[in-house]
């Protein structure tokens, strides 16, 4: 194989010995979807901003 074929080929992501398996990817992707609506309820209540005091 040359050095060429070497740097551009390879395996895909898709077929990485350490893919996920179906379980693996509903548990990541409801992981994914709570940081997400933590993330958007924080950015909803002003993020960084500073708090208003009264």
Do not use: F
């Not at 898709?14 to 940081?35: A, D, K, N, Y």
């Amino acid at each position: 194989m040359g050095l060429w074929s070497k740097l551009t080929g390879g395996q895909t992501a898709s077929t990485t010995p350490t893919g996920r398996t179906p379980r693996e990817r509903v548990r990541r992707e409801r992981e994914i979807r709570r940081i997400d609506n933590g993330t958007a309820k924080w950015l909803r209540s002003g993020g960084l901003a500073p708090k208003k005091r009264s």
